[in-house]
Nanobody, 128 residues
Framework: QVHVVESGGGPVQAGGSLRLACAASGRTFNTYTMGWFRQAPGKEREFVVTLSSNGGYTYYADSVQGRFTVSRDNAKNTVYLQMNSLKPEDTAVYFC?????????????????????WGQGTQVTVSS
């Protein structure tokens, strides 16, 4: 069992920044593909970004490309999501997910079903 815990959410004004963190348990964290998703009120959960196990491959949703940056520290079993130039439409609960199954290099894992473990989410609220 892998436990995933997000932190770092909160209120922020439009144009501001937040840094989310995602801590995951497991001695093989450095083999997990990690992903961030978000869910706004009344909407379905949507893909934000995926990050390969060694951090060498990333893929962003068009809506956050150029504003968000994902990274990981395998020594700390932690993934980060730096969010800049935030907009009111970024308001959502942000979820971190871990894929413990094998992954193919260079493959984009952007579907909910691609991930095995999920955190409880952290709320991000961007005010205009």
């Amino acid at each position: 069992q892998v436990h995933v815990v997000e932190s770092g959410g909160g209120p922020v004004q439009a144009g501001g920044s937040l840094r989310l963190a995602c801590a995951a348990s497991g001695r093989t964290f450095n083999t997990y593909t990690m992903g961030w998703f978000r869910q706004a009120p009344g909407k379905e959960r949507e893909f934000v970004v995926t990050l390969s196990s060694n951090g060498g491959y990333t893929y962003y949703a068009d809506s956050v490309q150029g504003r968000f940056t994902v990274s990981r520290d395998n020594a700390k079993n932690t993934v980060y999501l730096q969010m800049n130039s935030l907009k009111p439409e970024d308001t959502a609960v942000y979820f971190c997910a871990a894929r413990s199954r094998g992954s193919f290099s260079g493959t984009t894992y952007a579907a909910i079903r691609d991930y095995d473990y999920w955190g409880q989410g952290t709320q991000v609220t961007v005010s205009s």
